[in-house]
């Protein structure tokens, strides 16, 4: 089949749900009112509650939430085939991620803009609110970790990308200090920010780094994976202005002109999809595809992170309540394009199906390196780039996705470190360098004991990350159904994806449990007999809830009539 | 409209898109970091009226009039509902 009538089909259906599918949700669920005072303007204050064009606002909710996630997470599942892993990201986004990320920013914006950990404390009560902060904090190491394994195999799978990658820094510094020094305008810093990036990675094919095999006996794998720590450590201490924020805005740029390469390449090459739809013989290790796809798949599907974004920033700037179908609905929308990108490319960038099983041998493999691979091959024979540069351009977006978001987990779980100091009276914990310190080495423990050190633990932790964010997406939907029975509309539409993802992350957690324990991987074992008990507790703190509020709803309307 | 009027207009627009794109993620973070900074100023100049020994004061008397408009959010900052100063009374 061509991998053009998957795109296609992938892009109908999106439209189809953004035009219907969130019209009704809009409508009749949230019932979205282009009359209601948005907090951005009843508590305007100029710095975090600003009424911001709509696009703008989509802009940033679509590219923080589009990472490297998207489109690991779909290169791993591909080994059951093609069809599982595209249902799930048309369905989970149209019927998930879309009514998840509107909910999120709607229910944040009837309740002051005030953050999603804030408002579960009344919604569901103070047990759930603390469960959240733990659920948070479990995702930021996840994602620590998942990212520097995952930037490191890149590094070596790619040599050409060493040099762009850490030029794209150079960049940010650059043009950090023009803007916020100099004041200048942005448009031709920008351009020729970009233009310098493309130049270094036109350069980059001509200059490949690798790193000795052997340094104080850590392999070169293990060699990556303490740098970017060390990188992810002392960016997260400098201020945002210097190196985050211009790192930000141009990975928001690389990611709308690596899409548009993307999708013109496969429109105009117009692959074979060479992976069946079913992929009968998988490698031996694949775990079972019910329930490991829906947790393999997060981001790019559902993912709970999305709320985090939702209920902290974006919501304090929505211009019109109405707006929140185009910024969240539409935000996820554009990272259900980046996943379906992926699986087209991972599906057809291959020549033949025996070769595409050279790259994916086990469970975990694939991930960035399938997808630079397969995509270089659609890229150059679709729109005549070389192969190695459509490769190292390719290589260098995911990286600087992961890398980015290194930086900002770190800063995060900096902070939560500092406010434990203070709530515990450990001024010591407060400190700035003390913090990222045990941040830092908390996340490399954790890449270390999945495998990493060796570079033979493939994305052994990739699901696990994928429970976490299931688990906080179901939390933020339960939140999201209380609010809605507590008005009195229909919650089946987010009641029903919630049960459906606690259900699967729970199954997946016991399988990989099992799995885990048969590996003799300790420290994942610890991780998930952790996020497990978290998930147990969400499920059992929804079923009280709910059953709670349905009694109070139920006696009051027995009460009235 | 000329097409030198199109085309300047059409790149301020863009100007404009893209700095708000720059920004907008950010103003929270870039004011409270302003705010740390400005703070210690504002201790600076203000420290020896409510009775805190501060050696630079004289140097910093003259600058008192000129921030007393920021003196009314920073003493709220500073968990102070109400002036702490009998001769400054902003609420």
């Not at chain 1, 002109?257 to 998988?282: C, K, M, R, T």
């Not at chain 2, 004061?57 to 500073?78: D, G, V």
Request: proline content about 5%.
């Amino acid at each position: 089949m061509s991998a053009t009538y998957l795109a296609a089909g992938g892009l109908i259906a999106f439209i189809a749900g953004y035009l219907l599918y969130s019209e009704f949700i809009a409508r009749r669920v949230f019932r979205l009112d282009p009359g209601y005072r948005t907090p951005a303007h009843r508590l305007q204050d100029g710095i975090d509650y600003v009424p911001t064009n709509r696009f703008v606002l989509w802009g940033h909710h679509f590219t923080s939430v589009a990472g490297a996630a998207p489109i690991i997470g779909p290169a791993v599942a591909i080994i059951w085939g093609w069809g599982p892993a595209f249902a799930w990201v048309i369905v989970g986004t149209i019927f998930f991620a879309g009514v998840h990320d509107l909910g999120a920013i709607w229910t944040s914006v009837r309740h002051d803009a005030r953050s999603i950990g804030s408002f579960t404390g009344d919604l569901v009560g103070k047990r759930a609110q603390n469960l959240l902060m733990i659920v948070i904090f479990l995702l930021l190491l996840m994602v620590n970790a998942v990212f520097a394994v995952a930037i490191a195999k890149s590094f070596i799978n790619t040599p050409s990308s060493v040099l762009p990658a850490w030029s794209a820094i150079v960049v940010a510094l650059i043009l950090g200090q023009l803007i916020y020094r100099y004041r200048a305008g942005l448009l031709w810093p920008s351009l020729g920010g970009l233009a310098a990036l493309y130049f270094f990675l036109y350069l980059g094919p001509a200059f490949p780094v690798s790193l000795p095999d052997h340094v104080l006996g850590l392999v070169p794998n293990a060699q990556w994976i303490i740098i970017m720590f060390a990188y992810a450590a002392i960016a997260s201490m400098l201020p945002v202005w210097m190196l985050l924020q211009p790192r930000d805005y141009i990975n928001g740029l690389q990611l709308f002109i690596g899409l548009g390469i993307l999708y013109l390449s496969v429109f105009i090459s117009n692959p074979e999809i060479v992976v069946p739809a079913f992929n009968q013989d998988p490698p031996e290790g694949t775990p079972p595809i019910f329930p490991l796809l829906f947790v393999t798949i997060a981001c790019g599907a559902i993912s709970g992170f999305h709320s985090l974004v939702g209920s902290g920033t974006t919501s304090k700037q929505i211009n019109c309540e109405t707006d929140a179908r185009l910024v969240g609905y539409g935000g996820s929308v554009g990272e259900g394009l980046l996943a379906l990108a992926t699986i087209v490319v991972v599906t057809s960038g291959y020549t033949s199906l025996d070769e595409w099983k050279t790259v994916y041998t086990r469970f975990g493999d694939g991930g960035i390196t399938a997808f630079v691979n397969g995509g270089a091959a659609i890229v150059s024979s679709g729109i005549g780039l070389s192969r190695e540069f459509s490769a190292t351009l390719l290589a260098v977006m995911a990286i600087l996705f992961a890398g980015t978001t290194m930086d900002t987990g770190v800063r995060l779980q900096r902070y939560i470190v500092q406010e434990w100091g203070q709530d515990y009276g450990i001024p010591v914990l407060t400190n700035h360098v003390v913090a990222t310190f045990i941040a830092v080495g908390t996340c490399m423990i954790l890449a270390f004991g999945a495998g990493g050190s060796s570079g033979t633990g493939g994305m052994t932790i990739w699901p696990l990350f994928g429970t976490t964010n299931q688990l906080l997406a179901g939390l933020c939907l339960l939140v999201i159904s209380l609010y809605l029975l507590k008005l009195g509309r229909p919650f089946w539409f987010t009641l029903l994806p919630m049960t459906f993802l606690l259900m699967t992350t729970i199954l997946a957690l016991f399988q990989q449990l099992g799995s885990l324990i048969n590996e003799a991987k300790w420290v994942l074992v610890v991780m998930d007999t952790l996020i497990l008990g978290a998930a147990i507790m969400i499920a059992l703190e929804a079923i009280g809830a709910f059953l709670r509020k349905y009694r109070k709803a139920g006696s009051e309307s027995e009460a009235k009539s | 409209m000329t097409k030198k009027q199109f085309i300047r207009r059409f790149l301020s627009q863009a100007q404009e898109l893209a700095s708000e794109f720059y920004t907008a993620p950010y103003r929270g973070t870039m004011a409270k970091a302003g705010q740390d900074e400005d703070d210690i100023l504002m201790l600076f100049v203000f420290a020896e009226l409510m009775g805190i020994p501060n050696p630079v004061a004289y140097q910093t008397l003259e600058l008192q009039p000129l921030l007393l408009e920021r003196f009314h959010s920073w003493h709220r900052r500073m968990g102070m509902s109400h002036s702490p100063l009998d001769h400054i009374r902003c609420c």
